[in-house]
């Protein structure tokens, strides 16, 4: 595997289920991000880690719980979700070793997630 | 606070024709901007960014964008289209977060349409 991977690519859920989405990086990066892209929203930054700490938790309802027990993988625990839920969600990864802001971000294909 | 602004939400073009994306932003200090390119069922890939080392920055598959302080523009552009560039582009401002990462803050972004 290469670059970033995502699993699953698609997932349907009711709204009393609990899922888990995962993200691995093979890029030796620091830093991994989740991203949520709905339709007509721009792109949200979602969480953000850096060795495993959480930098940036944006506002994002408790419903959606991060993990990221290394630097390597990142998961999004998702419980109780609402239809509006339905979106892209997107993992990426960057080196997290400049703090000037200019690290390009490598993303992944996305887990497509429909909320019942 | 810094933001981007894609104007036109979809643009058709004829194969061979050029290509003009447009991408303003707003920012207090001197930006980080990224081009992203986002083909159906697929996460974001890199296109281009510009990190102040050039005006003229030149990216994959024959894309190219100009930075014009003077304008707050980042527009991008390619010569002549081909069929394989129909989808959906990405402007992006970087922000820098705690920790040695960043946030991308997107637009809305443009869907491209080649026309044969």
């Known amino acids: 595997e290469t670059g970033v991977t995502q699993t699953p690519r698609h997932l349907v859920m009711g709204m009393t289920n609990k899922k888990s989405l995962k993200c691995e990086q093979h890029?030796?990066?620091?830093?991994m991000y989740w991203y949520k892209q709905s339709a007509k929203k721009p792109l949200e930054l979602m969480f953000v880690?850096?060795?495993?700490?959480?930098?940036e938790n944006n506002s994002v309802p408790s419903r959606f719980s991060p993990e990221c027990p290394n630097s390597s993988h990142l998961f999004l625990h998702l419980h109780t979700l609402q239809p509006e839920d339905s979106a892209l969600y997107l993992c990426?990864?960057?080196?997290?070793?400049?703090?000037?802001?200019?690290?390009?971000?490598?993303f992944g294909p996305g887990t497509r997630l429909l909320v019942l | 606070a810094q933001s981007v602004t894609q104007l036109g939400s979809h643009v058709s073009v004829s194969e061979g024709a050029l290509v003009l994306l447009r991408c303003n932003y707003s920012?207090?200090?001197?930006?980080?901007l990224f081009w992203y390119v986002q083909y159906p069922n697929q996460g974001l890939q890199l296109l281009l960014k510009?990190?102040?080392?050039?005006?003229l920055v030149k990216g994959i598959n024959g894309f190219e964008a100009e930075f014009k302080k003077s304008e707050t523009s980042f527009h991008l552009t390619k010569p002549s289209a081909h069929m394989s560039d129909a989808a959906e582009y990405f402007c992006a401002v970087s922000v820098p977060l705690g920790g040695a990462t960043n946030k991308l803050i997107f637009g809305t972004g443009t869907l491209l349409a080649v026309q044969p």
């Open positions: 880690y850096s060795l495993e700490e959480r930098v």
């Open positions: 890029l030796g990066h620091n830093a």
């Open positions: 990426a990864s960057s080196q997290g070793t400049s703090g000037q802001g200019g690290e390009t971000q490598y």
């Open positions: 510009y990190t102040s080392a050039a005006t």
């Open positions: 920012s207090s200090v001197p930006p980080y």
